[in-house]
């Protein structure tokens, strides 16, 4: 099974943050999930570092791809499939970073880590 992750759930699973639900621990640490980190959480990480939002995680933002593949991560890349279907999802939630891991969660048909409850609106599937 492949897990997609939200940024904010990917940052305290790296970090070993307490906030990392222990459900979502032993649903991603099982020896047949194949962990994916999203092209969408690198640039969030980045713009929140850079406007001053994430500053603990500017090491983690700037070393992102290689600390993934480090840890065994999948990447996803985003596609025009998938920036058409976030635009075109319902509601009124406007934050493009959520609206683009829905679409990713539901075109790949991926489960998404988050503590996020706006994910409920878009439909999504969510461990946490």
């Given amino acids: 099974m492949r897990i997609l992750f939200d940024s904010h759930a990917l940052f305290w699973f790296i970090e070993g943050d307490r906030r990392f639900s222990s459900r979502a621990r032993a649903i991603v640490e099982a020896p047949d999930v194949i962990l994916v ?7 969030e990480l980045a713009n929140k ?4 939002k994430w500053p ?10 290689d600390a993934m593949r480090a840890d ?7 596609t025009p499939e998938h ?6 999802l319902p509601g ?8 683009m891991l829905a679409a990713q ?6 489960p998404l880590v988050t503590a ?8 999504t599937r969510v461990i946490w």
Avoid: Y
């Fill in 37 to 43: 980190a999203s092209a969408v959480c690198a640039c």
């Fill in 92 to 99: 009124s939630q406007r934050d493009p970073f959520d609206r």
């Fill in 116 to 123: 996020d409850p706006v994910f409920k609106i878009f439909g």
């Fill in 72 to 78: 065994g991560f999948e990447l996803l890349s985003i």
């Fill in 49 to 52: 570092v850079r406007i001053g």
């Fill in 83 to 88: 920036a058409r279907v976030a635009g075109f």
């Fill in 56 to 65: 603990e995680a500017a090491q983690f933002a700037d070393a992102f791809v």
């Fill in 105 to 110: 969660s539901q075109l790949e048909n991926i």
